[in-house]
């Protein structure tokens, strides 16, 4: 059973900058493909980003991409969210999920979740 516990949400001004992390514990985080959704009030969870486990290969939704960075470090089983350019639509609370698969794009690919964190842009 993989825990995953995200960190790092907050209260920012538009074009502002925030760093997501996610600890990961009980399972063998590098063999885990790695990825951050989110959810606005009012609407479904969506994809945001995806790292796999190895190559370390990165997909983004169109939304964020040129503006967030997903990255890992497999020697701290920790995967990062570099949020820039925040605008307020990119408020909600942002989840950390962990997949057995190559990669995670849908929520049906997630086998694990975190709790969640907030993120609030004002404008």
């Known amino acids: 059973q993989v825990q995953l516990v995200e960190s790092g949400g907050g209260l920012v001004q538009a074009g502002g900058s925030l760093r997501l992390s996610c600890a990961a514990s009980g399972g063998t985080f590098s063999s885990y493909a790695m990825g951050w959704f989110r959810q606005a009030p009012g609407k479904e969870r969506e994809f945001v980003a995806t790292?796999?486990?190895?190559?370390?290969?990165?997909d983004y939704a169109d939304s964020v991409k040129g503006r967030f960075t997903i990255s890992r470090d497999n020697t701290k089983n920790v995967v990062y969210l570099q949020m820039n350019s925040l605008k307020p639509e990119d408020t909600a609370v942002y989840y950390c999920a962990a997949a057995s698969g190559f990669t995670i794009r849908k929520l049906t690919d997630v086998d694990y979740w975190g709790q969640g964190t907030q993120v609030t842009v004002s404008s």
């Open positions: 790292i796999t486990w190895s190559i370390r290969i990165t």
